[in-house]
């Protein structure tokens, strides 16, 4: 009757789990502790390196440790432990970077900044922080149409329609080859800025 009760609550059996190698199953995780820990540096040294950010490295070194431990209760124990370890963080991290690059880049709202500059004269502190060489740089990459466009307009001060009697084309041919020319500046300039800020 007393066995009976305890089913019906819930109540779980209070002898130890034997597994087949007769270790009960807190002897194996203590087992399995006590073999790879030893080896957390060199798993966390080798996520840093899969890794941009701190949470992802720890990220990897859980999984590395789970990993481990189900091959450890499938009874495939080696017989030296860090390489093991190695091989499943390195093995783990590579499956991440080619998920990872197969996935597009995901930027959370949260890490951006919209807000807009403090300042008296923004127009001015943005000039002043661009590079101007990286400016001439990506002009010099834009066509050559698009380059001439933006020179008279946007650097000369020229109207559109003064420009188009200095080019020798249509009003909105210009106004095209502006608008494509800016549309490309930006992405080159944009191109340049991420590659300034991941330095």
Known sequence: MVGRDSRVRGNRDPRPRVLD?????????EEFLHATMGAMDLVYNLARRFADRVEEAEGLVQETYLAAYRAWRDQRRPRRVEPWMAT?????????YRTRERRPIEVSIEDRDFRAPEVEDPEGA?????????????????????????????????????????????RGTVLSRLHRGRRGLAALLWDEVREVEDR
């Open 126 to 170: 943005a000039e002043a922080a661009l590079d101007r060489e990286a400016l001439y740089d990506a002009m010099r990459r834009l066509p050559e149409e698009q380059r001439v466009a933006i020179t008279l307009v946007d650097l000369a001060g020229l109207s559109t329609a003064e420009a188009a009697r200095a080019m020798g084309s249509p």
């Open 21 to 29: 190698d007769g270790m009960t199953l807190r002897e194996d995780h």
């Open 88 to 96: 499943i963080c390195l093995n783990l991290g590579r499956s991440r």
